[in-house]
């Protein structure tokens, strides 16, 4: 008999801890961060001087306008406050952009509904893409209509954003799609101009992060 009531003594109190036991796994869990890396805290290395950067100041996007292909201006004064998503292509890009716009799809389709992010596709090749151009690239690729923008502009203003701006290597093609070179990176721009990450746009996985990290910026750790 005696056995049997430390038995249930025993067992009595394993029901009582089962509560404890969750209480202290869940605040364990809540506990966890997921951290997302501020890019350039301390600036850019600049060793051929091609940019202008401050040196030992956090890097921000410095100051843009372009043209839409609603033909409305936009640029970095709309980036304040909102997490923006950039990448730089082409619409007749023989090679990595069908894949990388096909990829920004599903981004834009899962913030379609949120005012807080939004998308700028730039073009390097600004000649041949005007915003008629950029309308119809827009319109295969359903893109939501004041959160994803298609841009075009200057050519020299493009080329100094995408190098000294994103960090990005971009070299013109002279009209030859072909020789055109540029990054298939994503870049995640949070609403204080600050580059928050970088992601290939041609591997699914890594866009996956991107939207993830998004969420991140947007509701907290």
């Known amino acids: 008999m005696k056995g049997l009531r430390i038995l249930q003594g025993l067992v009595l109190l394993c029901i009582l801890l089962i509560p404890v036991l969750i209480i202290v796994f869940l605040k364990t869990m809540s506990s966890n961060t997921y951290d997302i890396p501020v890019y350039y805290e301390t600036g850019v290395d600049n060793p051929f001087l091609e940019c202008n950067f401050e040196e030992g100041k956090q890097h921000r996007i410095p100051e843009f306008k372009f043209t839409s292909h609603l033909n409305q201006e936009i640029g970095s004064i709309e980036m304040k406050g909102k997490v923006t998503i950039v990448d730089f292509f082409f619409t007749s890009c023989p090679s990595i952009c069908p894949v990388m716009s096909t990829e920004m799809e599903r981004v834009d389709d899962v913030f379609r509904q949120n005012d807080d992010v939004q998308i700028y596709s730039i073009s390097i090749d600004p000649e041949y893409d005007t915003p008629e151009m950029l309308q119809s690239y827009a319109d295969l690729h359903r893109a939501t209509p004041g959160k994803w923008h298609f841009l075009t502009g200057d050519k020299s203003e493009i080329?100094?954003?995408a190098r000294c701006g994103f960090i990005l290597p971009t070299i013109d093609g002279e009209g030859v799609p072909d020789d055109f070179?540029?990054?298939?990176?994503?870049?995640?721009?949070?609403?204080?101009g600050r580059i928050r990450g970088y992601y290939s746009g041609t591997n699914r996985?890594?866009?996956d992060r991107l939207i993830l990290e998004t969420k991140?910026?947007?509701y907290g750790k």
């Open 216 to 218: 991140i910026l947007l």
């Open 159 to 161: 080329y100094n954003l």
């Open 181 to 192: 070179v540029h990054s298939d990176k994503f870049v995640l721009v949070d609403e204080e």
């Open 205 to 207: 996985e890594e866009v």
